[in-house]
Every structure is written in C-alpha cells, then in structure tokens.
Antibody, heavy 122, light 110 residues
C-alpha cells in the first residue's frame, strides 16, 4: 500500500545537526512533489519545505531558510531533510507528505508519514 | 507568510452541522482555488479531508464539504459524529509559490 516512513529524529544540542529520512513505497515516488511539515508540541502545523518531482524546484519557509536542506533520491524512493544550526524552536514532530497530483504542487497532501520527533535541548 | 485565521474552537452536538472558517487574503485564499483541509486526531498524522476548495479524496465521508467566498474558506461537517472530534487545519496556496496553514480549530462533539 501507499506508505511513507520517516526516521532519523532524536535529541540534539542547540547548534547541532540532524538528517531526517522518509522512505516511500506503493507509488511512483519520482512522479510527485514532496514536502516536510512540522508540528511543535501543542502547536499547529507549519510547512517547512517542498521539492519538485525531479528535485529541480525547492522552496523553504523563512524560519528554516539557510539552515535546512531538502533533497531526494528517486532511485532509492527517499526524501531527506538535512537540518543544521538547530535551535530550541525547531523542536517538533516532523512529517513528510506527498502532494495529491503528480508533478504539480497543487491540491493538497494526501499521504503522510507517521512523523519523527526532533528535540533540540542542551 | 502569515498563518490563515481559524477559530480556536467550535463545538456541536451529535447529528448537528458545524462550519469552520478560514480567513486569508487576496494573496492566498482569495486569489486561488487551492484550499485544503486536514483532520488530525491526537497523536496521529494529519489526514486530507478536502482539496481544491471542495473536492473530497476517495474514502472521505460526504458529510464533509468545503466552500469559499472571497478571502474566506469554510469546512462544513454535517451529521456530526463522535469520531469527528479532532483538530482541523486549513491550508492555501500563496502568491509566493508556497503554502500556508491556518492556526487550527479544535472541534468538540458535545
């Protein structure tokens, strides 16, 4: 079945780095835009970044621009988020998600992973 | 990009209908027919309920419907059921080629 599974979360000190992964299965990964969305404890959803199906178009929220890098490996059906210079306010559950239409960033995100928790604390 | 404005909470009794509003600007909600709605139960991942203002993904109950007027989008749930109790988030495409979420609305089924 269509599935996304995140991994790589954990506890990291302020200023540290972490790399999240999202493994896709059950669909043609290379056809879809993908996104990372996060949710701080007790807070709402915050869109973090997206990447086009080919990887040629990338966008970041202002809150992570210059610190986070999104990438994908279509041969491995995997999405990544490299997080550097982490801050306490980056503490959140991080979800990867697929956009509903192939090849366009429209519609909505119809497939979500279960989330991976990132805690930034000394 | 500022978050879209949603009421913090709404409530209704089983069988009733409720509507959750989502207010933006002409640069997001009002400018595009690309509004989506997500349902999130505690400890779970969000679930897409409505996309492109009023389209329901396969498997979503027809008790859920979406609409838009000007800069405000709305999610209506009819025939309220206990399982509908959850947090609901709207999201819209923006003129910055990005997406923005609303602050979320907690639905309580009385």
């Amino acid at each position: 079945q269509v599935q996304l599974v995140e991994s790589g979360g954990g506890l990291v000190k302020p200023g540290g780095s972490l790399r999240l992964s999202c493994a896709a299965s059950g669909f043609t990964f290379s056809d879809y835009y993908m996104s990372w969305i996060r949710q701080a404890p007790g807070k709402g959803l915050e869109w973090v970044s997206y990447i086009s199906s080919s990887g040629s178009t990338i966008y970041y929220a202002d809150s992570v621009k210059g610190r986070f890098t999104i990438s994908r490996d279509n041969a491995k059906n995997s999405l990544y988020l490299q997080m550097n210079s982490l801050r306490a306010e980056d503490t959140a559950v991080y979800y990867c998600a697929r956009w509903v239409y192939p090849d366009v960033l429209l519609g909505g995100m119809d497939v979500w992973g279960q989330g991976t928790t990132v805690t930034v604390s000394s | 990009q500022s978050a879209l404005t949603q009421p913090a909470s709404v409530s209704g009794s089983p069988g009733q209908s409720i509507t959750i509003s989502c207010t933006g600007t002409s640069s997001d909600v009002g400018g595009y027919n690309y509004v989506s709605w997500y349902q999130q139960h505690p400890g779970k991942a969000p679930k897409l309920m409505i996309y492109d203002v009023s389209n329901r993904p396969s498997g979503v109950s027809n008790r859920f419907s979406g609409s838009k007027s000007g800069n405000t989008a709305s999610l209506t749930i009819s025939g309220l059921q206990a399982e509908d109790e959850a947090d609901y988030y709207c999201s819209s495409y923006t003129s910055s080629s990005a997406w923005v979420f609303g602050g979320g609305t907690k639905l309580t089924v009385l």
